[in-house]
């Protein structure tokens, strides 16, 4: 059971718009930034999405996110098939004195 | 960059020690992460340490079950169990904490026990 939530599985067709919700409590997303992840499989994940809303140098504008209160989204429009990989979010928990992770969303481009 | 030691195979009982070795940045001025993935699950936090004063701290999960150490002289940290069970079969990942976010990543150490 990973401390903040995510959809196990999203799916959308190439050119739509998905979104993609991590759910947490006051001790984490409610008081830190959230991180997003891009993972394909057996790779390590990279850094997709950092400070909420902020993208990496040679991260498309394609994707983005969002944090409200104690739940964050990563966004991507304009969907395309190589963005089918697994997602995951992350913050720092002040009670854990650690981070968190989200148990990762597998994104399916049909 | 974070570059790990390679896969491992082991029996369940034996004793094991990955590596997680740090280049192109000051090594002891950063926490490392290490980061526990099982087969088909979530990223999960297993514990870190601050080389710069050697702070080291467990997620309640994971303590007692591993040792986290570094070695300063060649810029590398450690992830060691005493006895393993095939329950830690998973893909161990080391990534650096900088600037409240987790980046670069290692790319990764798959561990396999069987038992």
């Known amino acids: 059971q990973s401390v903040l939530t995510q959809p196990p599985s999203a799916s959308g067709t190439p050119g739509q718009r998905v979104t993609i919700s991590c759910s947490g409590s006051s001790s984490n997303i409610g008081r830190n930034t959230v991180h997003w992840y891009q993972q394909f499989p057996g790779t390590a994940p990279k850094l997709l999405i950092s400070?909420?809303?902020q993208r990496p140098s040679g991260v498309p504008d394609r994707f983005s996110g969002s944090k409200s209160g104690t739940s964050a989204s990563l966004a991507i429009s304009g969907l395309q098939s190589e963005d089918e990989a697994d997602y995951h979010c992350?913050?720092?928990?002040?009670?854990?004195?650690?981070?968190?992770f989200g148990g990762g969303t597998k994104l399916t481009v049909l | 960059q974070l570059v790990q030691s390679g896969a491992e195979f082991k029996k369940a009982g034996e004793s094991l020690k990955i590596s997680c070795e740090g280049s192109?940045?000051?090594?002891?001025?950063?926490?490392i992460i290490w980061v526990r993935q099982m087969p088909g699950k979530g990223l999960e936090w297993v514990g870190m340490?601050?080389?710069?004063?050697?702070?080291?701290r467990y997620s309640p999960s994971f303590q007692g079950q591993v040792t986290i150490s570094a070695d300063n002289s060649i810029s590398t940290a450690y992830l060691q169990w005493s006895s393993l069970k095939a329950s830690d079969t998973a893909m161990y990942s080391c990534v650096r904490l900088s600037s409240g976010r987790f980046d670069p990543w290692g790319q990764g150490t798959l561990v396999t026990v069987s038992s």
């Open positions: 992350a913050t720092w928990d002040d009670s854990l004195k650690g981070p968190v």
């Open positions: 192109g940045y000051s090594f002891t001025s950063y926490w």
């Open positions: 340490i601050y080389p710069g004063d050697s702070d080291i």
């Open positions: 400070g909420n809303n």
